[in-house]
């Protein structure tokens, strides 16, 4: 069945649920349903049902709810992504598969040795569009929070907001080359549950020499990422991969 996100709550459970813009076009036009069919509708409290087609209208699918459902598709931790921005698409599958392992929010950054550019009227497009691939990636792996994608125009703007994470880690390839390999390990034993991390990671060419500055200023753990140097678009997925296969199975299972 297909997911889809909706703005406002159920009242309660003989409510109607309305169905428009995007999702109602997708419902109609992309997937052709009709009445009677179903779907899995997720509300902003996280909570997730499963609802009937009723009707459609020429603005609207109307919908009731058949059941609730009991998910747990969510890390139990809150883990934002900071990508230096990379060349070509790889930002795109930074933020749909890394949507698809968990992360929970987005800031690309326009970092000291960024080839790629934004011009600035431009950016909101941008945006727009990468929230959007973290919607449909949210929908597909049946999430029930969209990642927030928020830009960051400079590392130093991006750094203003590290004192809002619990913790802040950076992808170091010079920590990765000196053997470093305890600080992603100790991060995820130390988190507990409702916690949340900064986790950046630079672009093509790594973190210069003033980015690293304003990290060890903010006390930021610089991490190693195993004994083989990863792509720009690879490390993301590394950490997220690391954090589920401790949270949601190694960790769940001696507990």
């Not at 997937?31 to 996280?46: C, G, L, N, T």
């Not at 792996?141 to 990642?147: A, D, F, N, Q, W």
């Not at 994608?149 to 913790?167: C, N, P, R």
Request: with cysteine.
């Amino acid at each position: 069945m297909q997911r889809y996100f909706v703005t406002n709550e159920l009242e309660n459970d003989h409510d109607t649920i309305f169905i428009t813009g995007e999702n109602f076009h997708h419902i109609t036009r992309v997937m052709r349903m009709k009445e009677a069919d179903q779907v899995f509708i997720v509300f902003p409290s996280k909570k997730t049902c499963v609802a009937t087609i009723t009707a459609i209208n020429d603005e609207e699918v109307v919908l009731n709810l058949v059941k609730w459902l009991e998910e747990n598709t969510e890390l139990p931790i809150e883990i934002t992504i900071a990508s230096g921005l990379p060349k070509g698409d790889k930002l795109e599958l930074i933020i749909q598969k890394s949507t698809e392992l968990g992360a929970h929010k987005f800031i690309p950054y326009k970092a000291e040795r960024s080839v790629a550019k934004w011009d600035d009227k431009k950016v909101i497009k941008k945006i727009e569009r990468l929230q959007k691939i973290a919607q449909e990636a949210a929908e597909q792996s049946h999430r029930t929070v969209i990642p927030e994608v928020q830009y960051a125009a400079s590392f130093k703007e991006l750094m203003l907001d590290h004192v809002h994470y619990d913790y802040v880690i950076a992808a170091y390839e010079e920590s990765a080359r000196e053997g470093e390999d305890s600080a992603l390990p100790s991060l995820f034993q130390t988190m507990k549950k409702g916690q949340s991390v900064l986790c950046i990671f630079g672009p093509e060419g790594g973190i210069s020499e003033k980015e690293l500055i304003l990290l060890q200023d903010a006390n930021t753990t610089l991490a190693g990422l195993g004994p083989r140097i990863l792509r720009t678009e690879t490390a993301p997925l590394y950490v997220l991969s690391a954090a589920s296969f401790y949270f949601d199975l190694f960790k769940n299972k001696n507990s």
